[in-house]
Structure formats: C-alpha cells, structure tokens
Nanobody, 121 residues
C-alpha cells in the first residue's frame, strides 16, 4: 500500500506561484509513474501533468504547458508540481496519483486526498 499526502495548496493572486508537494509512505515511489490531476467545482477531474517511472519523461495538459513543472525526488519519496503564472481557471482541488510502472493512467493505483488551490483575479 502507498499513502499519498498532498500539501502546498492555498490562496494566490493571478500571476503568482505555488509549489505542491506529494509525499508518499508505505513504499518507494521509484517504480511508480506519478501524476497530478485536478477537479474544479461542477467539473470532471482532469489530467494536469505526469512524470514517468523509468526515465522521468514528462507530459502536460495543454492548459498548463509552459507554466507548470512536475518533478520528483525519489530519495525523498516526493513529487512536486511547480505552478507559475497562475490563472483563476487553475482553481481546483489538486490530486496526486501513482501508477505502478505507468501501466494504466486511466485508473492509477493510488490517489492522495487532494489539496485546494484557489487563484483570485
């Protein structure tokens, strides 16, 4: 079992930056692809970014490309999401997810509980 705990969310003005962290316990993350998803009120959960388990290849949603950066520190068993140039439409609950060997990103193996990000205009 893997427990994922997100932190770093909060209230930020448009144009500002936040860094989200996802700390894992129970098992090393080195065998997991890691990702971030978000869900805004009344909307479906959507993919934001992910980083592969084997060679740190990253993938981003078009809406965040060039503004957000996902990274991982396997020694700390932690994944990060650096969010710059925040926009009000980035407001959502952000979830960390883990997929063993990136096997099925439609159904990640583990989810965190989420952290709220609110961007004011």
């Amino acid at each position: 079992q893997v427990q994922l705990v997100e932190s770093g969310g909060g209230l930020m003005q448009a144009g500002g930056s936040l860094r989200l962290s996802c700390a894992a316990s129970g098992r090393t993350l080195s065998s997991f692809g890691m990702g971030w998803f978000r869900q805004a009120p009344t909307k479906e959960r959507e993919f934001v970014a992910r980083i592969s388990w084997a060679n740190d290849i990253t993938l981003y949603a078009d809406s965040v490309k060039g503004r957000f950066t996902i990274s991982r520190d396997n020694a700390k068993n932690t994944v990060y999401l650096q969010m710059n140039s925040l926009k009000p439409e980035d407001t959502a609950v952000y979830y960390c997810a883990a997929a063993l060997y990136d096997r099925d990103w439609r159904r990640p193996d583990y989810w965190g509980q989420g952290t709220q990000v609110t961007v004011s205009s």
